[in-house]
């Protein structure tokens, strides 16, 4: 496909794009940084990469012209303090990366910004604004956790009939800073508190930054969002190990990859819920 048939205009303005990453990303980093330079329609900034302090990670960014932030600088609480798990798992770092991604807003220089998964590759050319709309990508399951914090924090009901957890999403500084006033105001406390206290900490998969941040703009004004389908392929090999005809057999029928730990990825089919 080429970027033109899919409505691009590069270059008609400038994103930032944030990361977050571990050391365990490793494999599949590199090529989320490249796939995001050839494949996203915009002028790209600044690439942030959000980490633990890691010297394989920020030689990464210097081999790649990213800028390594320090995750310590994004919020003003720890993943120790978190503390989201029982005797048999431990989510605090996942809830942990959804914080410093809906914190964005006080890393990205540009209006807007890309946040994607660290082990999510693009393969087909993406465009985010259209004709002054996000453009946001969806899929039809979710976890039912997700709404029903939604609820808790915002008051209503989650309003898209679709779901936003595909992974990455352009996200705009001033309607993010905008909801979490609208959380703090509501609950009295500061916005992060208020989504860790609103959690049930007896399930794995009880928040979404993806769900909470768009379901709040399309409860304000669905008519500057435009919906298209994420076409994400869910795949547990190596992502290394993949052939560019491989990659281009991919392509026809998807927008992007994921090579999610089988484990989790499991759980959370298992948990899997029809979005409505």
């Known amino acids: 496909m080429s970027a033109q048939s899919d409505g691009s205009q590069k270059g008609s303005f400038t994103i930032d794009v944030l990361i977050p990453a571990i050391d365990k990303d490793m494999g599949t980093l590199p ?11 915009h ?12 010297d394989g990670i920020r030689r990464l960014c210097a081999s790649k012209s990213c800028t390594f932030v320090d995750e310590k600088t994004v919020l003003p609480i720890t993943k120790k303090q978190i503390r989201y798990g029982t005797a048999r798992w431990d989510r605090s ?6 914080l410093l991604k809906m914190n964005g807003d006080k890393i990205s220089k540009a209006s807007f910004f890309l946040v994607i998964d660290a082990d999510t590759i693009l393969i087909r050319p993406h465009v985010f604004r259209k004709d002054g709309k996000t453009i946001f990508y969806y899929r039809s399951w979710s976890q039912p956790e997700y709404f029903r914090t939604y609820r808790k924090l915002m008051g209503v009901k989650a309003p898209s009939p679709k779901s936003f957890v595909t992974h990455y999403m352009l996200f705009e500084k001033a309607r993010l800073s905008r ?12 916005w992060y508190n208020a989504i860790i206290q609103n959690i049930n900490r007896k399930k794995q998969f009880g928040f979404s930054e993806y769900e909470t941040y768009a379901n709040y703009l399309y409860s304000m004004q669905p008519s500057r969002m435009i919906l298209r389908k994420s076409l994400n392929k869910a795949l547990h090999s190596r992502a290394s190990s993949l052939s560019q005809k491989q990659l281009g057999t991919f392509a026809k029928s998807h927008r992007s990859l994921s090579f999610h730990q089988r484990k989790v990825y499991q759980i959370a089919k298992n948990q899997q819920h029809s979005a409505k």
Not at 179 to 190: D, F, N, S, T
């Open 43 to 54: 002028r790209i900034g600044t690439i942030y990469i959000i980490s633990p302090q890691s």
């Open 31 to 41: 090529l989320v940084i490249d796939s995001l330079r050839r494949y996203v329609q």
């Open 93 to 98: 770092g996942w809830l942990y990366q959804q």
């Open 179 to 190: 909801l979490k006033q609208v959380i703090e105001a509501r609950h009295g406390k500061p």
